[in-house]
């Protein structure tokens, strides 16, 4: 990483320092028009938590959605503090697999990049599906597709909802860049 991404990259914490780095930018089409998968949404969804919780991001989330859920293996710290277990991720570059950590936010954001455990993650799956965190029209707003998402499926709010061998599932393809 060089050291102007660098810098950059340590501005990059709450959500409103993202808009504040990409800028303020007008829609690209009406609300309803076409369906758009963006990361700056979310992002811009980060700063609605915050605007109308009058909590930061982190703790909203981790007090309204990972302690509920019992996710105790769960957050977004930033990179630079140690955090037992988590794991490095790698790419494939240049004919060699390296760790992925340049191209990562110093911290998760509300457009992905935390960390968890497959406990956890279980946890969640089944605190949304009992209503613990929505109730049951709430979640079926959340997780029921709406819009092609691809093969084999539709996207929803944040989750893409699938069938495949008779079973349905529910997850998100996210990605970072290469």
Known sequence: MNSKSSSRKTTRKPPATYVALYGKRAPEFEPGARFACSNYRFILLGVLVEKVSGRGYYDYVREHIFQPAGMTRTGSLPEGEEVDGRSVGYMYRVDQWQPNNDILPVRGTSAGGGYSTVADLASFANVIMEHKLLNAEYTGLLIT??????????????????????????????????
């Open 145 to 178: 597709g709406k819009v092609e998402g691809g093969p084999g499926g539709k996207y929803a709010y944040g989750f893409f909802d699938s069938t495949a061998g008779g079973v349905r599932w529910l997850g998100h393809r996210g990605r970072a860049p290469a």
